[in-house]
């Protein structure tokens, strides 16, 4: 009878905070950017890239710091082709480069966090720079300070990763997994690199908008390793990816209105109490 | 089959589980009782409370002409161009990580500083969201019916 009077008040909440336009723009992003970070979770674990998240997200940190700076309007223009250079510079760190994978990611990860927030205090002009940079960096209220103009930027973007992954599904699948026997049959896998990193940027710009620059790497990974724990095939891994995905980013968000916590970090929490759930629930089916 | 049934046991459990981490809100109960007021932010949760003005700052002409009730701390500021005081209702997230405000006019003869509280105090409003015109710009305020402190 508890559980039937709580549940009926959360429902009773929700449904009264979902009469707010910022709160339903907040739900039809956040699941726009969950499903697309979690098509790429995938193949950015397989692929050993975990943290290219991370340093990508402090890339665009970095850009955010710049475009403030330069008091553009609209600091998309500046974020996302920075934000895309560097992830193909990235990504192709492991073919004939001095500086290799993970010290490339580590150095330009912290390079630019450093320099965005040194820019920020020298020449914001912003009233209240801390918390701007807070929530740049974890994400607190930005999913829910959304325009409609951003929602349909997103919007656009999230439908053309998702287009692309539909149409590149089996090359992304290979290049995943043998990118040498891929090359050897002629098929170019530097084009499919290139496509990869491209959205893999695009994805890392909206998530931040979720969940923060220093939190991103949780929306990628933590889908991704959850359906790992059950699921051992590709095609089963990146289905069960999204939805778990999905899901954790639909908890996360109506926990943080419920509760009045932080959005970005939230989701995160509910992604890691999932991430558990699941691995207890492998346990279970391997021993059953 | 049996990895998808456990699964599906686990989100059971998750979904049972949350069952009993509700928050009363008293919020829900008054939203009925919205006969005059349009909007009530004061009994909005902390985070809900600095998105929706934020909602209203950067969208103020779909809040014209609704009667808003806000909670927030006072501030004011002085405009040498103008040589007026400016008022504000601030309000901010839990965390005090951000924080958004409303510029508001109290209705009736009132003076800057002697009719007003002391800045940062806690106060409670209750007017109509209006759109002014003014030389060289166009500004929205919380047309106050009335002013007092909030607990």
Partial sequence: MGACTGMTEIITTLSANFQYLFVRYALIVGVLIALCSSLLGVTLVLKRFSFIGDGLSHVAFGAISIAAALNLTNN???????????????????????????????????????????????????????????????????????????VWLCGIL???????????????????????????????????????????????????????ALLISALV???????????????????????????????????????????????????????????????????? | MKKTVVVLFFICVVCMAVTGCSQKDNGTDDFADLGIIDLDISKMSGIMVYSQVVHIGEN?????????????????????????????????????????????????????????PALNTNIELIGIYEKREEPGKTNYYLIADSLSPAE
């Fill in chain 1, 221 to 288: 990974i933590f889908p991704a390793l959850s359906s790992m724990r059950i699921y051992k095939n590709f095609k089963a891994v990146t289905i069960c990816s999204v939805i778990v995905s999905v899901v954790c980013a639909l908890l996360g968000i109506f926990i943080a209105i419920l509760a009045s916590t932080p959005v970005g970090s939230t989701i995160v929490a509910v992604n890691i109490a999932g991430f558990l759930a699941f691995s207890m629930a492998g346990l279970i089916a391997r021993r059953a």
């Fill in chain 1, 76 to 150: 998309f223009l500046l974020v996302l082709p920075v934000t895309v250079i560097c992830a193909v510079l990235l990504l192709r760190t492991g073919q004939n480069t001095k500086i290799k994978g993970d010290a490339a990611i580590a150095m330009i990860s912290v390079g630019t966090l450093a320099i965005g927030y040194l820019i920020m205090n020298l020449f914001s002009k912003s009233s209240n720079l801390s918390g701007d940079v807070c929530t740049t960096l974890f994400g607190s209220t930005s999913i829910l300070t959304l325009n409609e103009a951003e």
């Fill in chain 2, 60 to 116: 103020p002409a779909e809040y014209v002409g609704k009667c808003i009730k806000i909670t927030g701390q006072y501030y004011a500021s002085y405009n040498e161009e103008t040589a007026s005081y400016y008022h504000y209702v601030i309000v901010g997230d839990e965390a005090l990580c951000c924080q958004a405000g409303l510029k508001f006019i109290w209705k009736g003869d009132h003076k800057y500083p002697n009719d007003y």
């Fill in chain 1, 158 to 212: 999230s439908i053309l990763v998702i287009a692309v992954f539909l149409l590149f599904y089996h090359k992304i699948f290979a290049v995943t997994f043998d990118e040498d026997f891929m090359a050897a049959t002629g098929v170019k896998a530097k084009t499919y690199n290139l496509i990869l990193a491209v959205i893999i940027a695009v994805v890392i710009v909206l998530a931040m908008n979720l969940v923060g």
